[in-house]
């Protein structure tokens, strides 16, 4: 999911490095959100948080991943 929204958000990025902790067990067809927020760019490096959330708000899937993206300007 996070790949998909990284590489239609921000085309030509480099998907390095996920951490992700799982919370709350997620059945089959469940309705979620995604979330991402940058919380860093250095370079061309830019982390980002990661979350999974279900219909009342509730955090299932928390995370950060790690992106390369070449077009940002230093």
Do not use: A
Request: overall charge positive.
């Amino acid at each position: 999911m996070f790949s998909e929204l990284i590489g239609n958000t921000l085309p030509e990025s480099i998907y390095v490095k996920q951490d992700f902790y799982f919370k709350k067990k997620v059945e089959y067809g469940t309705k979620v959100d995604i979330r991402m927020e940058i919380i860093d760019i250095k370079d061309k490096k830019v982390q980002l948080k990661t979350q999974i959330l279900d219909k009342t708000g509730e955090v299932l899937v928390d995370g950060k991943s790690l992106i390369i993206y070449e077009r940002l300007q230093n």
